[in-house]
């Protein structure tokens, strides 16, 4: 009898608290209150610069007004900066949909704050919106005409892993990430939406192919997102029998398939560089257990092994890493394919690095950034454990390499096959979607991962990887939800 009135209580309990919210509403304002009291309250939390900031920041208007910027690179978090008031010569030295965030920052803080110092909080704010809202859509995909006992425990471990500091504290930042895992979030969301049938399905193949382009187009090495969406988005088109929106889904796949090619040719070549050079001497190089002949197969003079393991931007170098000396003698020898043809020859050696890649794709915050200002009296790169658990136990108890995360592929592909081939044979499309979304989002983990290797061996892994370590979490999420509400292996909507 006290087990059945403890039953009783707990199910009033959850009826009560739906008066006041569904799960989604229910996480929504809970992640908001977390990420507020983390990033709007003192001390404040955010990233220091790794030296990446002047890369989009001086073709925005702004620049670095603290006078030892310098020697806080790695160590602090700055939040002030410099609007320009006059000319501004410099241009953007990468197209990034980034920017469109930052000028809408700055017009914001221009508007109602300061004509001359940006507050890069103000950045955060339009952040935190937009994250508020996917994470409601998020969670409202799953948890739609569910029981309370299976929402709210789903809406709790939304809070538990996506309002995780290790995420949010990118929002007071410069870096691309925020871009990221908000457009991953609604690209998610916004398929899982199509599939469930619900919203409007021309709402959410508008917020799907937007949030896929923002996505694609937030950094260079996200090009092949575009690409990826574009073929495994093909069934998506045949969800609807209607003409219109079937021929609107394939403009949106063809605009993705343009976004992804157009990113990857607009990369400057400076930045070419930059990557090809790390390609070499942190990835090839690095794991070769002979530099020389591995040079020599390239058609590179064996005298550039002494380039071994050094990095593009240290102060003092062997060989100047612009000079036309290493264009013509060096990077003109190889690229891309050739980089790939090579390890494709060399598995030993491909595997050691994609180890190496695992061991930083389950590290949601960068080990090297610190996350609070100077003036709070924190060591240089001090790090904030504040509603950090789910990435400090990720970190702890996953097993970091190549090897698992085979083993999760293969894992989450067997679950949700059976589903789809159901649905398949009934042909009902809407109902065979999920499978491919998911699909495409292990495929964007490991392009994460792949690009990262090839293109810049592990140079700066922990922020290159981060494409993998939000869409892991994301299907991860998506298996543990369809766990809770006993849907795992079903392909019912409702």
């Given at each position: 009898?006290?087990?059945?009135?403890?039953?009783?209580?707990?199910?009033?309990?959850?009826?009560?608290?739906?008066?006041?919210?569904?799960?989604?509403?229910?996480?929504a304002?809970?992640?908001?209150?977390?990420?507020?009291?983390?990033?709007?309250?003192?001390?404040?939390?955010?990233?220091?610069?790794?030296?990446?900031y002047?890369?989009?920041?001086?073709?925005?208007?702004?620049?670095?007004?603290?006078?030892?910027?310098?020697?806080?690179?790695?160590?602090?978090?700055?939040?002030?900066?410099?609007?320009?008031?006059?000319?501004?010569?410099?241009?953007?030295?990468?197209?990034?949909?980034?920017?469109?965030?930052i000028?809408?920052?700055?017009?914001?803080?221009?508007?109602?704050?300061?004509?001359?110092?940006?507050?890069?909080?103000?950045?955060?704010?339009?952040?935190?919106?937009?994250?508020?809202?996917?994470?409601?859509?998020?969670?409202?995909?799953?948890?739609?005409?569910?029981?309370?006992?299976?929402?709210?425990?789903?809406?709790?471990?939304?809070?538990?892993?996506?309002g995780?500091?290790?995420?949010?504290?990118?929002?007071?930042?410069?870096f691309?990430?925020?871009?990221?895992?908000?457009?991953?979030?609604?690209?998610?969301?916004?398929?899982?939406?199509?599939?469930?049938?619900?919203?409007?399905?021309?709402?959410?193949?508008?917020?799907?192919?937007?949030?896929?382009?923002?996505?694609?187009?937030?950094?260079?090495?996200?090009?092949?997102?575009?690409?990826?969406i574009?073929f495994?988005g093909?069934?998506?088109?045949?969800?609807?029998?209607?003409?219109?929106?079937?021929?609107?889904?394939?403009?949106?796949?063809?605009?993705?398939?343009?976004?992804?090619?157009?990113?990857?040719?607009?990369?400057?070549?400076?930045?070419?560089?930059?990557?090809k050079?790390?390609?070499?001497?942190?990835?090839?190089?690095?794991?070769?257990?002979?530099?020389?002949?591995?040079?020599?197969?390239?058609?590179?003079?064996?005298?550039?092994a002494?380039?071994?393991?050094?990095?593009?931007?240290?102060?003092?170098?062997?060989?100047?890493?612009?000079?036309?000396?290493?264009?013509?003698?060096?990077?003109?020898?190889?690229?891309?394919?050739?980089?790939?043809?090579?390890?494709?020859?060399?598995?030993?050696?491909?595997g050691?690095?994609?180890?190496?890649?695992?061991?930083?794709?389950?590290?949601?915050?960068?080990?090297?950034?610190?996350?609070?200002?100077?003036?709070?009296g924190?060591?240089?790169?001090?790090?904030?454990?504040?509603?950090?658990?789910?990435?400090?136990?990720?970190?702890a108890?996953?097993?970091?390499?190549?090897?698992f995360?085979?083993?999760?592929?293969?894992?989450?592909?067997?679950?949700?096959?059976?589903?789809?081939?159901?649905?398949?044979?009934?042909?009902?499309?809407?109902?065979?979607?999920?499978?491919?979304?998911?699909?495409?989002?292990?495929?964007?983990?490991?392009?994460?991962?792949?690009?990262?290797?090839?293109?810049?061996?592990?140079?700066?892994?922990?922020?290159?990887?981060?494409?993998?370590?939000?869409?892991?979490?994301?299907?991860?999420?998506?298996?543990?939800?369809?766990?809770?509400?006993?849907?795992?292996?079903?392909?019912?909507q409702?």
């Amino acid at each position: 009898m006290t087990g059945n009135k403890v039953k009783l209580f707990s199910q009033h309990r959850l009826v009560a608290l739906r008066r006041y919210g569904t799960p989604a509403s229910f996480a929504a304002i809970g992640v908001l209150l977390i990420t507020i009291f983390a990033l709007f309250r003192p001390p404040y939390i955010g990233m220091a610069d790794n030296g990446d900031y002047f890369r989009i920041l001086y073709g925005n208007g702004l620049y670095f007004n603290v006078p030892d910027y310098d020697n806080q690179y790695f160590s602090y978090f700055i939040k002030n900066f410099g609007i320009f008031q006059y000319y501004n010569e410099n241009s953007t030295d990468i197209f990034s949909s980034q920017s469109l965030f930052i000028q809408f920052a700055v017009w914001i803080n221009k508007l109602f704050i300061d004509q001359k110092i940006f507050d890069i909080r103000v950045q955060a704010v339009i952040y935190v919106v937009l994250y508020t809202v996917a994470i409601y859509l998020l969670v409202e995909s799953l948890t739609w005409k569910m029981p309370a006992k299976y929402g709210y425990p789903i809406a709790l471990l939304a809070i538990f892993m996506f309002g995780d500091t290790g995420y949010t504290a990118y929002f007071n930042s410069f870096f691309g990430e925020s871009i990221v895992f908000i457009m991953l979030l609604f690209m998610f969301a916004s398929g899982l939406l199509l599939y469930r049938n619900r919203y409007n399905d021309y709402v959410m193949l508008a917020l799907f192919t937007l949030s896929g382009l923002l996505l694609t187009t937030s950094k260079q090495q996200n090009a092949p997102v575009g690409v990826i969406i574009a073929f495994t988005g093909i069934m998506l088109i045949f969800i609807r029998k209607g003409r219109t929106f079937r021929i609107l889904m394939t403009s949106s796949l063809l605009i993705l398939l343009l976004a992804g090619i157009s990113t990857y040719l607009f990369i400057p070549k400076e930045f070419v560089n930059i990557n090809k050079y790390h390609a070499m001497t942190r990835g090839i190089l690095m794991e070769s257990p002979n530099p020389e002949e591995t040079l020599e197969s390239f058609g590179i003079d064996k005298q550039y092994a002494i380039l071994d393991k050094s990095i593009y931007y240290a102060m003092n170098t062997t060989v100047d890493v612009d000079s036309q000396i290493l264009e013509k003698n060096f990077y003109s020898h190889y690229g891309f394919g050739s980089i790939l043809k090579y390890y494709i020859t060399h598995p030993a050696q491909a595997g050691r690095l994609l180890d190496l890649g695992a061991k930083s794709a389950f590290v949601i915050r960068p080990p090297a950034m610190g996350n609070y200002e100077k003036s709070v009296g924190k060591p240089p790169g001090a790090q904030t454990t504040f509603f950090s658990g789910y990435s400090l136990m990720k970190k702890a108890l996953t097993p970091r390499t190549f090897g698992f995360i085979v083993v999760w592929m293969v894992l989450v592909i067997g679950l949700y096959s059976p589903s789809f081939i159901s649905a398949i044979k009934s042909r009902n499309m809407r109902k065979a979607a999920r499978f491919p979304l998911i699909i495409t989002f292990i495929l964007f983990g490991l392009s994460g991962i792949l690009v990262s290797i090839i293109g810049a061996g592990d140079a700066d892994m922990a922020k290159h990887v981060f494409l993998f370590t939000v869409t892991f979490d994301l299907v991860t999420f998506l298996l543990i939800a369809d766990i809770i509400r006993h849907r795992l292996l079903r392909m019912d909507q409702d």
